[in-house]
């Protein structure tokens, strides 16, 4: 797996479009709905927290925002 920052596997980082989106680990519980709404964003790591892969440039800014709000416990920060 290919991390957008492989220094911050969980950002945050700043993508193309200009969003800039973060994973809080700490707050993470790995439930994968991140995954299945941005799968080019999201991966999960060998400890099953939530990363920004290399190819998060080909998810919309929209979709991410989704993912972010579709975090059931808001680990997920994404500019809109």
């Known amino acids: 797996m290919a991390f ?3 220094s911050k596997p969980s950002g945050p980082v700043t993508l193309a ?3 800039t989106v973060a994973v809080d680990r700490d707050l993470c519980i790995g439930c994968g709905a991140c995954t299945a709404v941005a799968p080019k964003t999201f991966g999960l790591d060998s400890e099953g927290k939530s990363t ?3 190819s998060a440039d ?3 800014k929209e979709t991410i925002v989704s993912a972010k ?3 059931p416990v808001g680990a997920i920060s994404a500019s809109e």
């Open 69 to 71: 709000n579709g975090c």
């Open 52 to 54: 920004i892969l290399a």
């Open 4 to 6: 957008k920052d492989e």
């Open 17 to 19: 479009n200009g969003a």
């Open 58 to 60: 080909e998810d919309a």
